[in-house]
C-alpha cells in the first residue's frame, strides 16, 4: 500500500493564482481530511469527509473548497491564493471518524509558498 | 482554558534517561487519546493510542489520567532518533472530533 499521498510535494504561487492540491489514500478509508500547520499554531483542519459525496468545513476553511467524488481521492482547492496561505498542507486519513477515535494517517505535505 | 495544552519545551534530556510529558485536555467528555510524533519538516505519525488502563509499547508508556484530564507519554531508555516533536491528540472538541495540541520538542543529546 502507498499509504496517504499528496502532490505536489512544493508549489510556489503568485498571489490570486488558483491550484488543486491533490491527496489519495488506498487503504479504503472512508475519513479524511486536510489540516495546515504553521510555526506557533499547530495543525488546523480545513476540511474534512466522512465519505464519498460528503464534506465539511473545519476550523479554518475559507479560501478553500475541496470535493470527494470517490473515496480515494480528496483534493484541496485554493481559489485566489493570498500570502496568508503559505503553510505546510498536511491530508490524512483514518477508518473512522474523529469521534470515533481512529488514529489517522497523514501524507508526507505539500509545501506552499504565495508570494 | 485551551482545549489541549502541551509543554512546547524543548525538553533537551541527555541519552539513555527517561523522560516524561503530559497534556492536559479541556473536555471532559473525551474518549479517545493518541500521541503523534513528528519528525522536523515530516508528516505527523501515530506512536500509540491510549487507554484507560495505561499501555505499553516497548519503551513507551501512555498513562491516561481522567480525574484530572490528562495524558502522559514516558519514553525510557531515550535514544538519539526520539528527537521529535510529541503531538497529543484527543477526541471531542474540534469540527471533525479530533484536536490536536501543538507538541512537545524533545532533544536528545549524546
Known amino acids: 500500500n502507498a499509504g496517504v499521498t499528496q502532490t505536489p510535494k512544493f508549489q510556489v504561487l503568485k498571489t490570486g493564482q488558483s491550484m488543486t492540491l491533490q491527496c489519495a489514500q488506498d487503504?479504503?478509508?472512508?475519513?479524511m481530511s486536510w489540516y495546515r500547520q504553521d510555526p506557533g499554531m499547530g495543525l488546523r483542519l480545513i476540511h474534512y469527509?466522512?465519505?464519498?459525496?460528503?464534506?465539511d468545513q473545519g476550523e479554518v476553511p475559507n479560501g478553500y473548497n475541496v470535493s470527494r467524488s470517490t473515496t480515494e481521492d480528496f483534493p484541496l482547492r485554493l481559489l485566489s491564493a493570498a500570502p496568508s496561505q503559505t503553510s505546510v498542507y498536511f491530508c490524512?486519513?483514518?477508518?473512522?471518524?474523529?469521534?470515533?477515535?481512529?488514529?489517522?494517517?497523514f501524507g508526507p505535505g505539500t509545501r506552499l509558498t504565495v508570494t | 482554558r485551551k482545549e489541549v495544552e502541551q509543554d512546547p519545551g524543548p525538553f533537551n534530556v541527555p541519552e539513555g534517561a527517561t523522560v516524561a510529558f503530559n497534556c492536559t485536555y479541556s473536555?471532559?467528555?473525551?474518549?479517545?487519546f493518541f500521541w503523534y510524533r513528528q519528525d522536523c519538516r515530516k508528516e505527523p505519525k501515530l506512536l500509540m493510542s491510549?487507554?484507560?488502563s495505561g499501555n505499553e509499547d516497548g519503551r513507551f508508556t501512555a498513562q491516561l489520567n481522567r480525574a484530572s484530564q490528562y495524558i502522559s507519554l514516558l519514553i525510557r531508555d531515550s535514544k538519539l532518533s526520539d528527537s521529535a516533536t510529541y503531538l497529543c491528540?484527543?477526541?471531542?472538541?474540534?469540527?471533525?472530533?479530533?484536536?490536536f495540541g501543538k507538541g512537545t520538542h524533545l532533544i536528545i543529546q549524546p
Open positions: 490524512a486519513s483514518s477508518y473512522g471518524t474523529g469521534t470515533g477515535g481512529a488514529g489517522q494517517y
Open positions: 487503504m479504503n478509508h472512508e475519513y
Open positions: 469527509s466522512v465519505g464519498a459525496g460528503i464534506t
Open positions: 473536555n471532559s467528555a473525551s474518549q479517545s
Open positions: 491510549v487507554y484507560s
Open positions: 491528540v484527543v477526541t471531542g472538541g474540534g469540527a471533525d472530533g479530533l484536536t
